[in-house]
T-cell receptor, first 112, second 110 residues
Framework: DTEVTQTPKHLVMGMTNKKSLKCEQH?????MYWYKQKAKKPPELMFV???????INESVPSRFSPECPNSSLLNLHLHALQPEDSALYLC???????????FGPGTRLTVL | KNEVEQSPQNLTAQEGEFITINCSYS?????LHWLQQHPGGGIVSLFM???GKKKHGRLIATINIQEKHSSLHITASHPRDSAVYIC????????????FGKGTHLIIQP
């Protein structure tokens, strides 16, 4: 299995909702990443997990809460989001720190 | 923080033309990545390089560490090459994510 999967593909939520994004890989990669991409802009790094520990949090608001339950799975829990949080959320993984990254197809999030 | 600049921002060419996209960065890196993003969002890693030159099919990537510059070349371009090409760098120092350029929007016309 050489792919990164993300669910759901699309998500629409209200500002008071709680939802979660899921990312999974079965390539044995030990680093996993969350990126946010607004329309016509490059992706921006949000979080990096290495060996299931949070290594980097790029000053992301606390309404985004990452979780890495095991080496194959990465979640992003969402709560009390704002309309400006609407974006494509991309997950990626790499064998080790700084290695070639494999991206999932993304979850397109709309916050109403 | 590393600044990554790409040029051109937009490029339209005819099928069969030789394409060059340039990337420069401001601070020393551990690796540079070339990525391809099609409409709809999916990102594919084309190359990861830290020195020299790599070739895969019609794609060639080069990097000059001293000049902090990389190029992506596409030979015999085809309409299916139409996509956004993004340069990104690892600045090193551990489990870092990527710093991205703004991307080059390439359109190859038949």
């Amino acid at each position: 299995d050489t792919e990164v999967t993300q669910t759901p593909k699309h998500l629409v939520m209200g500002m008071t909702n709680k939802k979660s994004l899921k990312c999974e890989q079965h390539m044995g990669h030990r680093a996993m990443y969350w990126y946010k991409q607004k329309a016509k802009k490059p992706p921006e790094l949000m979080f990096v997990y290495s060996y299931e520990k949070l290594s980097i949090n790029e000053s992301v608001p606390s309404r985004f809460s990452p979780e890495c339950p095991n080496s194959s799975l990465l979640n992003l829990h969402l709560h009390a989001l704002q309309p400006e949080d609407s974006a494509l959320y991309l997950c990626a993984s790499s064998q080790e720190w700084g290695g070639e990254q494999f991206f999932g197809p993304g979850t397109r999030l709309t916050v109403l | 923080k590393n600044e990554v600049e790409q040029s051109p921002q937009n490029l339209t060419a005819q099928e069969g033309e030789f394409i060059t996209i340039n990337c420069s960065y401001s601070v020393g890196i551990s690796a540079l990545h070339w990525l391809q993003q099609h409409p709809g969002g999916g990102i594919v890693s084309l190359f990861m390089l830290s020195s020299g030159k790599k070739k895969h099919g019609r794609l060639i990537a080069t990097i000059n560490i001293q000049e902090k510059h990389s190029s992506l070349h596409i030979t015999a371009s085809h309409p299916r090459d139409s996509a956004v090409y993004i340069c990104a760098v690892n600045s090193g120092g551990g489990a870092d994510g990527l710093t991205f350029g703004k991307g080059t929007h390439l359109i190859i016309q038949p």
